[in-house]
T-cell receptor
């Protein structure tokens, strides 16, 4: 079974530039998550999709971050404009959870973003 | 906000010894999960324990859950160099429909 795919793996941009990350979840997984992981910390949930609808985006900085999940499969996360504090690893995860109770999540390799 | 807090933040032991990591949380949960993250890799799910379970095993891993104390522990027996990684607990709080990760314990296994 193919895992969660993410691209690019690394990205270096200057502050105020824009950047986009792509994620392809495990086939058949209804739930998709984007996390931000700052060095030395645990992952922080940015947004959660159930199929192509947003379930939770309470910690997404909506003035600069946006995300979409077209047709309930692939997803993109965009930052525009980027700030220095956005330097982090962006992790995508998927899960077969469809109802109450979160099941195990399967994570992609992440995209390491450096903002200079 | 981080609900789970792991203790210790860092742990260094000799190969073959047992490693114990603890996780404390604040609210009622549906389940608690443990994940491992090797250097440069994504997170890998290790084990899920439900709120009505007290202990669970998977290979060399043993997880306990005490809902009265709002705490969990992860025991790795007969550690190996490949166990060197960061270990995170993640809680699925009741009504939240999402996982909240702790800060992690950084485990180093010395040969």
């Amino acid at each position: 079974e193919a895992g969660v795919a993410q691209s690019p793996r690394y990205k270096i941009i200057e502050k105020r530039q824009s950047v986009a990350f792509w994620c392809n979840p495990i086939s058949g997984h209804a739930t998709l998550y984007w996390y931000q992981q700052i060095l030395g910390q645990g992952p922080k949930l940015l947004i959660q999709f159930q199929n192509n609808g947003v379930v939770d985006d309470s910690q997404l900085p909506k003035d600069r971050f946006s995300a979409e999940r077209l047709k309930g499969v692939d997803s993109t996360l965009k930052i525009q404009p980027a700030k220095l504090e956005d330097s982090a690893v962006y992790l995508c995860a998927s899960s077969s959870s469809k109802s109450a109770g979160v099941r195990e999540q399967y994570f992609g390799p992440g995209t390491r973003l450096t903002v200079t | 906000s981080q609900q789970g807090e792991e203790d210790p933040q860092a742990l260094s032991i000799q190969e073959g010894e047992n490693a114990t990591m603890n996780c404390s949380y604040k609210t009622s949960i549906n389940n608690l999960q443990w994940y491992r993250q090797n250097s440069g890799r994504g997170l890998v799910h290790l084990i899920l324990i439900r709120s009505n379970e007290r202990e669970k095993h998977s290979g060399r891993l043993r997880v306990t859950l005490d809902t009265s104390k709002k705490s969990s522990s992860l025991l790795i027996t007969a550690s190996r160099a490949a166990d060197t990684a960061s270990y995170f607990c993640a809680t699925d709080a009741r009504g939240a429909q999402k996982l909240v990760f702790g800060q992690g314990t950084r485990l180093t296994i010395n040969p």
